[in-house]
């Protein structure tokens, strides 16, 4: 079954998808890019409080692909207890050193969650690379906001073959990227482990402003119904 990731830069806004039914909670600061990351000390107050509630995935930032740097700062972020750790794999940089680094962590025991970006066009013969170093699992999402949705980004046919190359090497699949109401439909018949909200959440559908717990609610209500009908 599908599952929804709740995207939050605060404990307020935690408690307000919690409230709401979200099944992911991430944290990521929205107002520092695609994936900015919020102070160690706010997530392991986050951590805190959903623990035993809801599992909680947070990204690194938005880094450049240099493997010292991200093994830093992933080992920083695991300190927190954070169940997943979400790593954005941006253009250019050593992504082959990036790889081979964070493989020595997933032999810690690190869940580790590969981001990729629907708008540098992927190849999805990079996922055997991130099952073969051990990851948990990968995401499709979107690197310029200003592009629309991940649906608008991405022909169906990519998303497809992704989603299908996740699932084919045991990987959690997410998908995500300014996603809107109209999108859970079709994105719902790949079957990907959990879609991915923030902007749709937010008041005026705004990605840094605040949580709105009826846009909250909304997305919720939708995905289940979806599903209901899928299932049917």
Not at 44 to 65: E, F, H, N, Y
Not at 151 to 180: P, Y
Request: proline content about 5%.
């Amino acid at each position: 079954m599908t599952r929804m990731l709740a995207s939050v830069n605060s404990l307020e806004e935690a408690q307000l998808v919690y409230q709401a039914g979200a099944d992911i909670i991430d944290l990521k600061q929205p107002a520092e890019g695609a994936l900015g990351a919020l102070p160690l000390e706010d997530v392991a107050q986050i951590r805190a409080w959903c623990a035993g509630k809801v599992p909680v995935s947070a990204t690194v930032g938005d880094l450049p692909m240099q493997p010292q740097l991200i093994g830093a700062a992933v080992q920083a972020m695991a300190a927190t207890g954070v169940d997943y750790i979400k790593i954005g794999f941006f253009p250019g940089g050593d992504w082959r050193g990036v790889v081979q680094k964070l493989a020595e962590l997933t032999q810690k025991h690190y869940a580790l969650i590969a981001v990729l970006f629907a708008d540098t066009q992927p190849d999805p013969a990079f996922v055997l690379t991130l099952h073969q170093a051990g990851f948990k699992g990968v995401m499709l999402d979107t690197m310029d906001k200003s592009r629309g949705s991940l649906t608008q980004v991405m022909q169906a046919t990519e998303i497809e073959r992704f989603v299908d190359a996740a699932k084919s090497h045991n990987l959690l699949c997410g998908l995500a990227g300014s996603l809107r109401l109209n999108d859970i439909p079709a994105l719902l018949r790949y079957q990907p482990d959990y879609l991915g909200f923030r902007g749709a959440l937010c008041l005026q559908h705004t990605r840094t402003a605040s949580v709105d717990p009826e846009a909250v609610a909304r997305i919720k209500q939708a995905l289940k119904t979806r599903i209901a009908i899928e299932t049917a």
